[in-house]
């Protein structure tokens, strides 16, 4: 028999330390903190190996950037098994809708990783926050209320066409897994003119890969009235410039 030896490293046991975050995220807790609800009460009675939300922490702590992308992975599998076994987006195999956004969302405290200050608008109002910028992509059809299928965690100051190109082959991919046809007009992504940022951020952001056709899908993404924006809107071949209300 071999004897069981202790790591001293927070990457050891992963089983069980990732049954208690699932666990805790049953059981409604959004942080590492809420991961308390495992231990308490009778928990520890009906369940071995339950682990302090402190001992949980290190171990999300030890991940990297490879460790996320499996579990990102993971995700839009789970997700696309869940759409073949239910009516969880019906009409996908006709038509599917892409959505790409970012978003700025405040943290607090001088130790928050990857914190740092962005951009945001508030009541209209452009502001400077210190906090962390997800990317979230998200999958609907006409009958269907859209669905999470992927979030990247970014740095606040993050632009928001960073990743934005990956993000959308990725959805792509997972709403072709999911059953939408691969013919021409089937898949519409969408973004707004963060996503077809210039400058810098254009070799990552949306625009350097969805214009006019990212792997087959259709695109529409909003862009400002300036004459740089028309200008490279029309070097794009097969665009078609509308005008909408209130621009």
Known sequence: ???????????????????????????GADSIDDLDVIPSGGMPRLFTGVYACATVGQLLREFTHGHALQLASVARAHLV???GCSDL????????FIGIDSLLRPVFGHQEQGASYGHTKIAGKQVLRKGLS???TAISTGHGAPVV????????????G????????????????AGAARAAGTILARGDSAAGAAGPAASHSVSSVVLPKPAGADTSINFDAAPRSRRSLSRGRGTRPRRDLGT
């Open 162 to 177: 960073k990743g934005a190109a990956s993000m959308v082959r990725e959805a792509i991919r997972t709403a072709r897994a």
């Open 89 to 96: 987006l019906p009409g996908i195999e006709q038509r599917a």
């Open 1 to 27: 028999m071999l004897r069981a030896t202790k790591v001293k490293s927070a990457g050891v046991n992963p089983a069980g330390k990732i049954t208690s975050i699932v666990a805790g995220m049953a059981a």
């Open 149 to 160: 299928s992927g979030l990247r965690l970014r740095a606040g100051k993050a632009g928001s």
């Open 81 to 83: 098994n869940l759409i």
């Open 134 to 136: 997800p990317l979230v």
